[in-house]
């Protein structure tokens, strides 16, 4: 039986790595709602009708992967080869994207209804197929397959952002609504599966890092990183900020409480993504002082054992 000794391994990645993003991001750190305080400045709106799906794909999808690619050569051949096969939704098939080998473009499996959320779920599964081309059909290791996915989704946002008010908007509230799940649900698991290590692997666990990591690569500087972890393959992982990001933590703090806040506090002002837009205004010591609370609170109100 595959267990979280084995997922540890297969990422190259310690417990207490994961331990500490976990305890960061319950902190707010990287901003978890991300986009609540940012509103479009789009004044036209894209005129695509999102329940045609080749509309979505050929217009929404495929060109917020272009641009977020810097109109690399090669982006938009590749997604107009990849393959779709709709699943009804009484299948209750969970979306996914089948490598058939080398030579052979992916296959996207998805249910479309014409919904933001579907669009959500096009971008992410577009990005999983990009990511099985560029790495020359190499698989990555699961988080960082999922940390791509979520970057594709972002930069479809990110895009609508730009572009349409309106679908803006929808799109911004199917990501808030999810990180529910993505983050606080499965990020609850795989706390407990961390405390004991013998727990059977879920794939469900490899969300809340990816996830948080996604939006870590999302709003760092450059864009020189993307390419170069889309097509890593199997050494994936180090393409990933995990240690920087379990590195805000004190070293041998009880409640990780970021010992590089000057950082933090410029990321989230320089980038506005954040929805506790008071943080700006504030001066360090306050926003110190508040954090230890957060953290103190989100310890109080999910803490479900030892954390090492
Ligand atoms: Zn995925």
């Known amino acids: 039986m595959y267990k979280i000794t084995d997922w540890l391994e297969k990422h190259r990645v310690s417990a207490k790595t994961i331990q500490d993003i976990i305890v960061l991001s319950r902190a707010g750190f990287p901003a978890v ?3 609540s305080a940012t509103r479009s400045s789009a004044t036209e709106n894209l005129a695509v009708e ?5 509309q979505s794909y050929h217009k929404i999808v495929v060109p917020a992967l272009e641009h977020a690619f810097k109109n690399q050569e090669g982006i938009s051949t590749i997604c107009a080869d990849i393959q779709f096969h709709r699943s009804s939704r009484a299948s209750q098939t969970r ?21 933001p959320g579907n669009l959500i779920c096009l971008a992410h599964e577009t990005a999983h197929a990009l990511q099985i081309i560029l790495s020359n059909h190499a698989l990555m290791p699961p988080i960082a397959r999922e940390t791509c996915a979520f970057l594709g989704e972002l930069f479809l946002i990110d895009y609508a952002r730009h572009r349409d008010a309106n679908l803006y908007e929808q799109l911004r509230q199917v990501w ?8 606080a649900t499965y990020r609850n698991e ?3 599966a961390l405390n004991d290590q ?6 469900n666990l490899n969300y809340p890092i990816a996830r948080l990591a996604a939006m870590e690569l999302f709003r760092s500087e450059g864009s020189n990183w993307l390419n170069k972890l889309f097509s890593s393959g ?13 590195g805000k933590t004190m070293p041998g703090g009880q409640c990780g409480a970021p010992v590089d806040i000057y950082r933090s506090v410029g990321t989230i002002v320089l980038l506005h993504i954040n929805n506790e837009d008071y943080y ?19 310890f109080e109100h999910h803490h479900h054992g030892p954390i090492q």
Not at 50 to 54: D, L, P, Q, Y
Not at 234 to 246: Q, S
Not at 280 to 298: A, C, E, P, T
Request: proline share 6%; aromatic share 12%; with cysteine.
């Open 176 to 183: 808030d609504w999810e990180n529910e799940t993505y983050l």
């Open 50 to 54: 999102i329940s045609c799906f080749e």
């Open 190 to 192: 795989l706390t407990l």
């Open 33 to 35: 709602t991300s986009y």
């Open 280 to 298: 700006m205004n504030d001066n360090i010591g306050s926003y110190q002082d508040r954090l230890n609370q957060l953290v103190k609170n989100s």
């Open 234 to 246: 199997a050494n994936a992982m180090k393409f990933l900020p995990l240690k920087a990001m379990a």
């Open 95 to 115: 979306p996914c994207t089948i490598d058939n080998g080398k030579n052979t473009p992916p296959t996207i499996v998805m249910d479309w209804e014409g919904t």
């Open 198 to 203: 013998q727990t059977p692997y879920h794939y």
